[in-house]
């Protein structure tokens, strides 16, 4: 009785989606005496492409994922990340927990300096970490369990935990851990004008907000041997379409592809891509309780929705065929992944009908608001009004500036949102980043004992307890549908024959001081 198959092939004929390009517009390309970039001593220029504009400079309010590139050039952070995510020493040079996991003291370096003249040393440690736990990033809930951090002595920071924090440490090498001049916090400019120890300096004249952002080289950085080039130019576009102009017109070194379907014009063209899968992408039901969305707080309702939706058609047609269907939000990486889980919901829109007819609910009943952005095609929203149209669920769109959907969603301005999130490496990660009242990714602050228990004994249970309480957890989020994702996309990073690259793992861009000129 459904005929989806031809309505996504008329749908999608010109349709691409990006991976979250929220803000900004093309800027120009590399210098053209600087972009061999002929060596690994800070010389060239390097040119990237990034989909999302910088929505903030303040390290105490800062996202990262698609952000993370502007934050690594100017700040510093605690420890260090390697490709694969084995947290390596960095501003901190060594550390250790007592018996219980609940006191960590970290050794600093005592040779680091902020490039307004502050000294970095514990008190500035303490302050940011602090100060990034009640700030308003969406990672906020990375810290939720620091009860406290203080300065022993100038190269010695102690944090207390209320409880055990199993991924303190990786969470230490993204924003929890930027280091930010205690001097600059709360300036006019906090936003806009970084002052950090990280390797580069925002030039803020030739930067143009929005549109390209202009790094120079730290003259007096600490480690001058992760310095790979003399200056770092971030150019943002909106659209797949434009990322690939610009690497085939070798304007840029390197860029997020988004579109699978255009991997096949960079590698003629001498690019060279590399794959990870990052990310779930689907719906998010925020409103769990009900607050502003009655229909809901009931599991049929939240079931419904994941059975309206055909996952494999959607992967195919959105998702060029390029990603791997599921049903839940863990990564595969993660002790909490259940590979069964990945086809739980099947595509039954009579099953769907009959579940919102038991929570009382004739087609036309219920009306989701659900925002819009140009961060994604409009075919992918033509879809999921479609979908849901047709087991009697109506969508209300409601169009949001690029600048504001994000805030907007983590406002808990709106019940349920198409959205592509991360899929963490680490259960644990996954639990604070999505699963806790104090999850940035949990807006309405839904509540639920089952999720507290389980993730309590991943929190601190044995390792053999701790993963078979992911692999419970896993089953329970997608047994009461706190979510509806289609798919985990493959997600593509290119790079020219100048550059070489590592990906990041649990990161949607490579890490900034992963970039080398070849030689």
């Given at each position: 009785m459904f005929t989806f198959k031809k309505r996504i092939a008329a749908l999608v004929s010109a349709m691409a989606i990006t991976a979250l390009a929220l803000s900004g517009c093309a800027g120009a390309g590399p210098d053209s005496d600087e972009s061999s970039a002929e060596s690994t001593q800070g010389?060239?220029?390097?040119?990237?492409?990034?989909?999302?504009?910088?929505?903030?400079?303040?390290?105490?309010n800062a996202p990262w994922s698609n952000e993370s590139p502007y934050l690594q050039a100017v700040y510093d952070t605690l420890l260090h990340a390697e490709p694969d995510g084995t947290v390596v020493p960095w501003l901190a040079t060594d550390w250790s927990y007592n018996d219980d996991m609940t006191v960590l003291t970290l050794n600093l370096r005592d040779d680091v300096t902020f490039t307004d003249g502050t000294k970095f040393d514990a008190s500035a440690a303490a302050l940011n970490l602090l100060r990034f736990r009640d700030g308003t990033s969406p990672q906020k809930g990375y810290l939720a369990t620091l009860a406290d951090a203080k300065a022993v002595d100038a190269t010695t920071l102690e944090l207390t935990l209320n409880s055990p924090n199993?991924?303190?440490?990786?969470?230490?090498?993204?924003?929890?851990?930027?280091?930010?001049?205690?001097?600059?916090?709360?300036?006019?400019?906090?936003?806009?004008?970084?002052?950090?120890?990280?390797?580069?300096?925002?030039?803020?004249?030739?930067?143009?907000?929005?549109?390209?952002?202009?790094?120079?080289?730290?003259?007096?950085?600490?480690?001058?041997?992760?310095?790979?080039?003399?200056?770092?130019?971030?150019?943002?576009?909106?659209?797949?379409?434009?990322?690939?102009?610009?690497?085939?017109?070798?304007?840029?070194?390197?860029?997020?592809?988004s579109?699978?379907?255009?991997?096949?014009?960079?590698?003629?063209?001498?690019?060279?891509?590399?794959?990870?899968?990052?990310?779930?992408?689907?719906?998010?039901?925020?409103?769990?309780?009900?607050?502003?969305?009655?229909?809901?707080?009931?599991?049929?309702?939240?079931?419904?929705?994941?059975?309206?939706?055909?996952?494999?058609?959607?992967?195919?047609?959105?998702?060029?065929?390029?990603?791997?269907?599921?049903s839940s939000i863990f990564s595969p990486d993660s002790s909490g992944y259940v590979k069964d889980l990945d086809d739980y919901?099947?595509?039954?829109?009579?099953?769907?009908?009959?579940?919102?007819?038991?929570?009382?609910?004739?087609?036309?009943?219920?009306?989701?608001?659900?925002?819009?952005?140009?961060?994604?095609?409009?075919?992918?929203?033509?879809?999921?009004?479609?979908?849901?149209?047709?087991?009697?669920?109506?969508?209300?769109?409601?169009?949001?500036?690029?600048?504001?959907?994000?805030?907007?969603?983590?406002?808990?301005?709106?019940?349920?949102?198409?959205?592509?999130?991360?899929?963490?490496?680490?259960s644990w990660e996954t639990v604070t980043?999505?699963?806790?009242?104090?999850?940035?990714?949990?807006?309405?602050?839904?509540?639920?004992?089952?999720?507290?228990?389980?993730?309590?004994?991943?929190?601190?249970?044995t390792e053999e307890e701790a993963e078979a309480a992911a692999k419970e957890l896993n089953e329970y989020i997608v047994e009461q549908a706190w979510f509806a994702p289609w798919y985990r996309p493959d997600l593509n990073y290119a790079t020219d024959a100048k550059t070489s690259v590592e990906p990041q793992s649990g990161n949607s861009y490579p890490y900034l001081w992963n970039f080398v000129p070849k030689q």
């Open positions: 010389t060239g220029t390097l040119t990237i492409g990034t989909i999302v504009a910088s929505t903030t400079f303040a390290a105490n199993p991924s303190l440490l990786s969470f230490l090498t993204q924003n929890p851990g930027l280091q930010q001049s205690p001097a600059t916090f709360d300036a006019a400019d906090e936003k806009t004008n970084p002052v950090g120890s990280g390797p580069y300096i925002l030039d803020t004249k030739a930067t143009v907000v929005g549109s390209a952002y202009v790094f120079t080289k730290n003259p007096d950085y600490w480690a001058p041997e992760s310095q790979h080039y003399a200056k770092v130019v971030m150019n943002v576009y909106t659209t797949p379409t434009a990322v690939l102009n610009a690497l085939k017109g070798g304007q840029i070194n390197g860029a997020p592809v579109d699978s379907a255009m991997i096949a014009q960079l590698e003629p063209a001498g690019l060279t891509v590399q794959t990870q899968q990052l990310n779930f992408f689907g719906l998010l039901l925020f409103d769990r309780d009900g607050a502003i969305e009655p229909a809901l707080a009931d599991v049929r309702v939240r079931q419904a929705i994941n059975y309206a939706f055909d996952r494999k058609a959607l992967l195919e047609s959105v998702g060029q065929g390029n990603g791997k269907v599921t919901y099947s595509y039954d829109p009579e099953k769907a009908e009959e579940l919102l007819a038991e929570a009382g609910y004739a087609a036309g009943d219920i009306t989701l608001k659900m925002p819009t952005s140009s961060g994604f095609a409009p075919a992918t929203y033509a879809l999921v009004k479609q979908y849901l149209s047709d087991v009697g669920i109506n969508v209300e769109e409601v169009g949001v500036t690029p600048t504001s959907f994000l805030s907007d969603l983590l406002a808990a301005k709106y019940a349920s949102t198409v959205m592509m999130l991360k899929t963490a490496p680490t980043l999505d699963l806790l009242p104090s999850s940035g990714w949990n807006p309405f602050r839904v509540k639920d004992a089952t999720v507290a228990e389980l993730a309590a004994t991943i929190q601190s249970g």
